[in-house]
């Protein structure tokens, strides 16, 4: 991402990184919320598509895809590949005033209509890679020279 100072760049990195977090243990306080109230509950959501292989089987995500066009910038509650619709997962964190980070998979068209669950490992697989301004000590190649 690239933009003037104060865009909300960070913002938004930081919450991919929560919605995709590879720890355990998220820890939320009354500050992270909208005018410091936990009454004003946290959703991050996301689509993810180009899922690994092993994702689309049923025993483990292949019930709860959606599909998503990037063509279109568009989800459909199922995915539909001949008119454009990959399979996706819409990954989703909830936080409310408990401040214990419920992650989820948004199925259907409301709120309520949330399933199973992501498990760390498949959330950990997920994580992206965030570099900053100390990028070269996170590659191996900055490892080298250490």
Not at 4 to 21: V, Y
Not at 34 to 57: E, G, K
Not at 91 to 114: A, F, R
């Amino acid at each position: 991402m690239i933009g003037p100072g104060d865009s909300c760049k960070t913002t938004i990195l930081d919450a991919i990184d929560l919605l995709l977090a590879e720890r355990q243990n998220v820890t939320f306080d009354d500050l992270d919320f909208y005018d410091a109230n936990p009454a004003n509950s946290i959703r991050i959501v996301a689509v993810i598509a180009q899922l690994p292989r092993d994702y689309l089987r049923d025993d483990r995500y292949g019930m709860l895809l959606a599909g998503w066009s990037a063509v279109k910038l568009e989800w459909k509650s199922e995915p539909a590949e001949n008119a454009g619709f990959a399979p996706a997962l819409i990954l989703q964190l909830d936080v409310d005033d408990t401040l214990e980070p419920v992650w989820s998979i948004y199925v259907g068209s409301t709120p309520e209509d949330k399933s199973k669950r992501v498990r760390f490992a498949d959330r950990k697989e997920m994580a992206p890679a965030r570099l900053g301004a100390y990028a070269d000590r996170h590659l191996s190649w900055g490892r080298l020279r250490s």
